[in-house]
């Protein structure tokens, strides 16, 4: 089975602080995502990675930014953190182009930012 | 117009009935096809891909794909209560060489006792 695991499942942060989520992999998949979910709105993509240290913006990039350094491995980072980035944040992967596009999800971090 | 639409409202039906989901999607290249399952404060999870025009079954579910008029739909046979959750609808982005996914925003199924 594909694992997807992130660090936290809830976490509550300060406005202006730095935030770093983390999301680990075990299928080395190529394909790697960040999502944020709130309601009315669905699951809007961040930042896709298809290869280490291989990034593209995704539909909302603004305020956040991303690093991966190792295959499995794929940070979201907040660098200032402001109240309306409170949501939930979903990690996904998939196999990658030439394989097959389904993606599995992580069990998502609901951050809070007050 | 939006890349995936899934219009209907809250889908209430009685356990042991068929309830039946549509989704229509923009993208004319898009390839593949996928549901999703969302249980209240979960993450998304994988029930059906289906990639040709036809139909796919997988136990209790039935995904059905029509590229010519561009709708998918699925299909839930014998109804469980644990079937209540967000269905959600997704589709690769042809534009983005189809590693991205579009999704629908969802329609909630409440299956009754």
Known sequence: ?114 | QKEVEQNSGPLSVPEGAIASLNCTYSDRVSQSFFWYRQYSGKSPELIMSIYSNGDKEDGRFTAQLNKASQYVSLLIRDSQPSDSATYLCAVTRGSYGNNRLAFGKGNQVVVIP
């Not at chain 1, 936290?8 to 770093?20: A, C, D, I, P, Q």
């Not at chain 1, 200032?80 to 990658?96: D, F, I, R, V």
Request: proline share 4%.
């Open chain 1, 1 to 114: 089975d594909v694992k997807v695991t992130q660090s936290s499942r809830y976490l509550v942060k300060r406005t202006g602080e730095k935030v770093f989520l983390e999301c680990v992999q075990d299928m080395d998949h190529e394909n790697m995502f960040w999502y944020r979910q709130d309601p009315g709105l669905g699951l809007r993509l961040i930042y896709f990675s298809y290869d280490v240290k291989m990034k593209e913006k995704g539909d909302i990039p603004e305020g956040y930014s991303v690093s991966r350094e190792k295959k499995e491995r794929f940070s979201l980072i907040l660098e200032s953190a402001s109240t309306n980035q409170t949501s939930m944040y979903l990690c996904a992967s998939s196999p990658g182009q030439g394989y097959s596009y389904e993606q599995y999800f992580g069990p998502g971090t609901r951050l809070t930012v007050t």
